[in-house]
């Protein structure tokens, strides 16, 4: 509980003797740079081989001759738009940039640069932390929407490569009962999860104390609490929304 009370305290400081509005614009641009376009790699390969691999599976466990082929298409739609491409992301991206923002932290913490900047009367927390967590929210909705695009792309190329199903098939599913509210639901998950994400990974590298083992073992924390936070949030924006 004195972790939780600290983490809303940790929260409640972002806006506290802010900065100018021009530095906040300059800082959240240079970390939607380092956050956003730094993951498209990673987030492209990944989004293809997901959405290649569930049209597979889908494809080969359903068998019965009464259900058409472009139910393949309409599963995979789903499935990809509503929890894959927001859910799966997000643990990579806990991975990559939760690591990394707990790590950058912790370092300015045991050298500190942090304590410099509260010396000269500047509040850390706000400086460093609130660009970072308005970055996320900026380029991880965004990141969302293009897995979900490359995840539906790639079980059409696997479809056109494997031939286990007809993409004029797969395609009719993809534009079959389409429902917009998951679109939706899929931004709302993005922004909790980016919001999960940077906050907890700056909250533990903040916090750090010690030397270059406890920096590393923050950045481990970060991405295991962070995990923790999205599979919960997955399930109680289900609960919530879905219902």
């Known amino acids: 509980m004195r972790r939780v009370g600290q983490y809303i305290m940790f929260l409640g400081a972002l806006f506290r003797n802010p900065e100018s509005f021009r530095t906040y614009v300059r800082l959240t641009f240079d970390e939607c740079i380092y956050v956003g376009w730094n993951s498209i790699v990673l987030v492209t390969i990944i989004s293809l081989f997901i959405g290649a691999v569930t049209m597979l599976q889908t494809a080969y466990n359903i068998v019965s001759p009464f259900i058409p082929d472009s139910v393949i298409g309409l599963i995979v739609r789903e499935t990809v738009i509503s929890e894959l491409a927001p859910t799966i992301t997000a643990i990579v991206f806990a991975g990559k940039v939760g690591s990394s923002i707990a790590g950058n932290l912790g370092t300015m913490r045991i050298t500190e640069q942090i304590d410099a900047l509260e010396v000269m009367g500047i509040n850390s927390v706000s400086y460093l932390v609130l660009p970072k967590i308005l970055a996320t929210l900026i380029t991880y909705p965004m990141l969302v929407v293009m897995a979900a695009f490359l995840g539906i792309s790639g079980g059409y190329i696997a479809a056109e490569v494997t031939a286990v199903v007809a993409p004029v098939d797969y395609v009719q599913g993809l534009t079959t009962q389409f429902n917009p509210f998951i679109g939706t639901f899929a931004i709302i998950k993005s922004l909790v999860f980016?919001?999960?994400?940077?906050?907890?990974?700056?909250?533990?590298?903040?916090?750090?104390?010690?030397?270059?083992?406890?920096?590393?073992?923050?950045?481990?924390?970060?991405?295991?609490?962070?995990?923790?936070?999205?599979?919960?949030?997955?399930f109680l924006l289900a609960q919530l929304l879905l219902n």
């Open 194 to 234: 980016a919001f999960s994400i940077s906050s907890i990974s700056a909250f533990m590298g903040y916090y750090t104390k010690g030397g270059a083992l406890e920096v590393g073992q923050a950045s481990t924390k970060a991405v295991t609490v962070s995990c923790i936070a999205i599979l919960f949030g997955d």
